[in-house]
């Protein structure tokens, strides 16, 4: 027997969870997902903050529309976050602000003093930086099975080890999975991430270039161990970031190597250099890396996200590019996508946000 829905989404990260859940209440939708368990790759893997700059002036309408939603929900909590810098990145504290301006972001300068109240053992040449108060942690897993949660209960159907291994159009879309199971949808949704293009190719679909990129995140047992209420510390030049987490120091390099989409692993390089970083900005002694991770984060070439049916085939939809920035504006990214998919008109969440910015239509 062919299971049959309207709608059919690849991908149950937090992309796909997130307009499942909005599209449930409309049509029969089906969420295929690869793994064992939804968030297994990206999602799962998260540095886990809300910032209000992340992604970059075109990101802030759907970051703020999503932040809503996510503090009334309970989802975040509040942290702040600085931009680091020294007299020799004052170009780009400089460039920081102009770009911002006008974004509806939330940032003032502070010199050395303030620094020193938040961020013990800082070194004394970074000495000037950017604070948002606004930026929290977000709970991830929480919002993801939040979401998850809510597309079940509206009769999403969840298939997992639903691997896609071919895709048809004949009179709707043919979906044989690893297993030879069939699935058929009238709308096929792709949230796949980094294998977004994969599927496209399947489908007989033009790729749209989004490539993976891979992140590695560490986490330390430094002395002394970071205040528990530290701001989230971001390089105003992009080479590093880090915050508390339990206890610990959770350290990123930046990183953003270019990867086929795999089930990424961390490379004890990029762990070297993210602590060669850190012991480059604080005087704390690192004791012992407890644990390392990497995750693929997947950008269009323009580093938007991509939300729309596809130019040459209408019943083809993407839900893909989120970067690192997927899931902080995930509430309203899903809210756009499903207004788009089913035609509906936009609400007091994507009122602001200007779709065409995000059309597949934008690529050649």
């Not at 930046?254 to 490379?267: G, L």
């Not at 509906?344 to 239509?361: V, Y």
Request: aromatic share 8%; charged share 25%.
């Amino acid at each position: 027997m062919i299971d049959r829905f309207d709608i059919a989404i690849v991908g149950a990260g937090i992309a796909g969870a997130s307009i499942a859940a909005e599209l449930g209440a409309h049509a029969s939708v089906v969420m295929l997902e690869a793994e064992d368990t939804p968030g297994y790759h990206s999602t799962g893997r998260s540095a886990a903050f809300w910032e209000e700059c992340y992604g970059g002036p075109q990101i802030v309408p759907l970051t703020l529309a999503s932040g809503e939603f996510l503090r009334e929900q309970g989802f975040l909590k509040q942290r702040g976050a600085l931009y680091l810098a020294r007299v020799q990145d004052e170009a780009m504290v400089a460039g920081f602000i102009a770009r911002f301006a006008g974004s509806g972001a939330g940032f003032e300068r502070i010199g050395r003093s303030q620094l020193e109240s938040v961020v013990p053992g800082l070194k004394p040449e970074w000495d000037r930086a950017i604070w948002e108060p606004g930026c929290a942690d977000i709970d991830v897993a929480a919002l993801h099975a939040h979401y998850l949660a809510q597309a079940k209960k509206l009769g999403v159907e969840l298939m997992c080890r639903a691997r896609v291994t071919d895709i048809a159009h004949r009179d709707g879309w043919q979906i044989v999975l690893a297993d030879d199971r069939e699935v058929q949808a009238t709308k096929l949704v792709n949230a796949a991430g980094a294998w977004a293009d994969e599927i496209a190719k399947l489908a007989g679909v033009n790729p749209k270039g989004i490539q993976p990129y891979r992140r590695t995140v560490a986490q330390l047992r430094v002395d002394p161990p970071p205040p528990d209420d530290m701001p989230l510390c971001l390089d105003i030049s992009e080479s590093f970031y880090f915050k508390p987490e339990s206890g610990r120091l959770w350290l990123s390099p930046h990183d953003e190597t270019p990867s086929q989409p795999v089930d990424a692993a961390p490379e004890e390089l990029d762990v070297a250099i993210a602590i060669d970083r850190l012991q480059q900005v604080t005087d704390w002694d690192v004791q012992a890396v407890e644990r390392k991770w990497a995750g693929l984060r997947s950008f269009a070439p323009d580093r938007l996200p991509v939300y729309g049916f596809d130019p040459d085939q209408s019943d083809f939809f993407w839900c893909a590019g989120q970067g690192g920035f997927g899931i902080q504006t995930a509430p309203a990214g899903a809210r756009l996508a499903a207004q788009l998919l089913l035609g509906l008109p936009r609400d007091a969440m994507t009122a602001a946000i200007d779709a065409d910015c995000f059309a597949p239509s934008r690529f050649p």
